[in-house]
C-alpha cells in the first residue's frame, strides 16, 4: 500500500538535534496517520510520536514529550521528527510507520507499514 524510507539520522553530540524525514511513495500520505518509533539491539520498539492524518493531533512518550515535534508535509509526502536535546539513552534505530484509516483513534497500533529505519547515535 505504502513504502517508507527513513533518513536524517546520523551522529550527535549530547544535547544536539536531528531531523529525521520520512519519505512515503505509492500511496498517498494524507491517507495515514503516522509514527515514530525506536529500537535498540535486543529490545522492543518503543513508541516515540504519532500524528493523525490532518496533522491535528500529535501525541509522544512522555520521554520526549516537550523535546520532540512530528510533523507532516503532505505536498511533499513526507513526515519528520524533529529531535531537540538529544540523550545518549536515545542512541537507537528510529523507525517511521504508517497506520491506515481503517486502524481506528488507538494511536499505539495498527501500524501496517514499516521503514527499514535510520540510525542515530547520541555521544555523551
Known amino acids: 500500500q505504502v513504502q517508507l524510507v527513513e533518513s536524517g539520522g546520523g551522529l550527535v553530540q549530547a544535547g544536539g538535534s536531528l531531523r529525521l524525514s520520512c519519505a512515503a511513495s505509492?500511496?498517498?500520505?494524507?491517507?495515514?496517520?503516522m509514527g515514530w518509533f525506536r529500537q535498540a539491539p535486543g529490545k522492543e520498539r518503543e513508541f516515540v510520536a504519532a500524528?493523525?492524518?490532518?496533522?491535528?493531533?500529535?501525541a509522544y512518550a512522555d520521554s520526549v514529550k516537550g523535546r520532540f515535534t512530528i510533523s507532516r508535509d503532505n505536498a511533499k509526502n513526507t513526515v519528520y521528527l524533529q529531535m531537540n536535546r538529544l540523550k545518549p539513552e536515545e542512541t537507537d534505530v528510529y523507525y517511521c510507520?504508517?497506520?491506515?484509516?481503517?486502524?481506528?483513534?488507538?494511536?499505539?497500533?495498527?501500524?501496517?507499514?514499516w521503514g527499514q529505519g535510520t540510525q542515530v547515535t547520541v555521544s555523551s
Open positions: 505509492g500511496r498517498t500520505l494524507s491517507n495515514y496517520a
Open positions: 500524528i493523525n492524518r490532518s496533522g491535528s493531533r500529535t
Open positions: 510507520a504508517a497506520r491506515p484509516a481503517y486502524s481506528g483513534n488507538y494511536y499505539l497500533t495498527g501500524y501496517d507499514y
